[in-house]
């Protein structure tokens, strides 16, 4: 159909606010908040990120967050537990 679209155009709102998310998380790891990093990159839509800043950070209830966000991606889990155990993390 003419005009149609599968999503919001680009800039739209949730645009914005995923781009505030992720500009916020790199602010907090910048400013050695890791679990704040944490936090935004998940609300940003980047589950992987995320994974690794909560790991760093201890933070169980945010990483448990990411496993169930990451478990839609079979492909994106497995290179977060490969990011991970690059990293030193127990797999």
Not at 28 to 37: L, P, Q
Request: charged share 25%; glycine share 10%.
């Amino acid at each position: 159909m003419p005009g149609a679209t599968d999503g919001p155009p680009s800039g739209a709102p949730a645009d914005a606010a995923r781009d505030a998310h992720l500009r916020a998380s790199e602010a907090r790891e910048a400013a050695c908040d890791v679990g704040g990093a944490a936090a935004e990159a998940l609300a940003g839509g980047e589950p992987r990120r995320a994974a690794r800043l909560a790991a760093l950070a201890g933070d169980a209830a945010t990483f448990e967050r990411c496993v169930d966000a990451l478990a839609a991606d079979r492909d994106e889990a497995a290179r977060a537990a490969a990011d991970l155990a690059a990293r030193g993390f127990p797999g």
